[in-house]
């Protein structure tokens, strides 16, 4: 196999990847180190830095579009940065000392959450009593456009959100990826925030989140421009494109394929992993 | 609204210029970044005045110019961002496409290509990889530049809480990139 062919099978794999991650709101990221690793037989810290810049770059298209259409809170995903960077740094900084078996058996963990998580019902939260003190002092507190109008909603809980976003960016920081399943988990489930508002600021999130390591995986050179180029030029336009087609698409059933997708990727990795015993 | 979407038909230019120059001038990114803000917060200002007459507070409305201001420098950046990573992957398959692939074990990435300052010197040197790294890392720059706006947009609306916030994330940005070297 030659690098051409080898970058003509990742770009393909890497546009599918950012088509079905798009359209089904779990993120290219997710399925892309499972691909490079387990298909192509990449080094998942190879395939871990290529993920990360391929996130970076679907986060900020996406994001741009989510901004000018108001569904993005900018203060709230601001604060919640603090929790995400930091968090990200801590995790880089561990991936670089951790054995590449036991990061691949926490990937394959947060995969099969990441598909369990997907498969919970979305809640349309936008009830505005009890709002946390701590939201209101921090002008967290907004409102989202809707069929209706712009519809206000309060943010609860924040102290807890901003503990389950320091999770999230160790994961984002030690894997490569988004870990956008567990940012919209702090913010839907423990924060009560209307879920179209979730998703897009998580996704705002996201690029600052994975610069975060992105810095400390230059560094260590995981960042290989050979391997990078072919997924970030597949993974952008794939998930473009999939935000495009989202709109009246029936996602159900698609939902269901990409889980079962990610939960054999994940057993086979730690199929590979345990077998191998290499590294 | 008409006004206000009139003094933002400039922006885009504008920021595709600030970012050309970033690629091609990284030593001095900083005043770069500073000066290009500060004619965006111009505008964001002389647009605020004509929305005095307005219904909106004048807090809500500068929300909104940030955040019509960070739309634009997102969707530009990327662009810039693949469109360098792009020629460079043409240029170096050109060269090493025939060339067996070889990711299976890790190696790490000659130290010209771990540092901002290794690449810019490694594409000068006409390093086909290094403009694709250039391109990467210019599109972790666009977060960490998003940010800087940010801080600077929460300092003129004096909002301090947001200042600090801001300023706490991109410590740990700068932090990530220079830090990690030592």
Known sequence: LNILEFSLLVWIGSF???FLGALTGLGG?????PLLTSVFGVDIRYAVGASLVSVIATSLGAASTYIKKGYTNL???MFLEVATTMGALIGALIATFISAKALTIVLAVVLLYSAYLSQQPKLENSDNELSDPLGSYLQLNSSYPTSDGLISYSVHSVPVGFSVMLVAGVISGLLGIGSGAFKVLAM???????????TTTSNFMIGVTAAASAGVYLARGYIDPGLSMPVMLGVLPGALLGAKVLVGAKTQTLRILFSLVLVVMALKMVYNSLTSGAL | MDKVS???????????????KLQLQQKDIDSEIQESTQIHLNMVAQTQDYNVVGDRTTQKFSDLQLGQLLSSLLKYGVIVASTVVLIGGVLYLIRHGAEPAAYQFFKGQPSQFCSPGGVVQAVLAGSREATIQLGLLLLVAIPILRVIISLLAFLRQKDYTYVVITSIVLTALIYSLV????
């Open chain 2, 179 to 182: 830090g990690a070297y030592y």
């Open chain 2, 6 to 20: 009139f003094g933002f038909w400039h922006l885009p230019l504008l920021l595709r210029k600030e970012v050309i």
């Open chain 1, 75 to 77: 203060r709230l995903g």
């Open chain 1, 16 to 18: 599918t990847a950012g």
């Open chain 1, 188 to 198: 839907d489930q423990v924060m009560r925030i209307p879920f179209k508002v979730s």
């Open chain 1, 29 to 33: 990221g997710v399925v892309i180190v």
